[in-house]
């Protein structure tokens, strides 16, 4: 089984930056997609970035903010925002998927407010 841990979050002004991470622990051989998700109060989960056997694909909201990157070596999966809005605010979460299964993560805070 494959443990994601996310790490970045914080809280800070419009037009600033954050990098999130995601480690993956545990089982991380066969590891096909790495995604992030959020979630702000009152609203459904949604995909924000997702690498899936190399192809990349955003939600548009974050298209041109927002970079995914996946680093092998170290099992890590990167989120960088750029140019952050108050609307990015949200629990951000890590989703890994392996030999047919995902794993969530427990997720980290991004709050962007002036």
């Known amino acids: 089984q494959v443990t994601p841990v996310e790490s970045g979050g914080g809280l800070v002004q419009p037009g600033a930056s954050l990098r999130l991470s995601c480690q993956a622990s545990g089982s991380t051989f066969g590891i096909s997609t790495m995604a992030w998700y959020r979630q702000a109060p009152g609203k459904q989960r949604e995909l924000v970035a997702i690498i899936t056997n190399g192809e990349i694909t955003y939600a548009d909201s974050v298209k041109g903010r927002f970079t995914i990157s996946r680093d092998n070596a170290k099992n890590t999966v990167y989120l960088q925002m750029n140019n952050l809005r108050p609307e990015d605010t949200a629990v951000y979460y890590c989703?890994?998927?392996?030999?047919?299964?995902?794993?969530w993560g427990r997720g980290t805070q991004v709050t962007v407010s002036s």
């Open positions: 989703n890994i998927g392996r030999l047919g299964q995902f794993t």
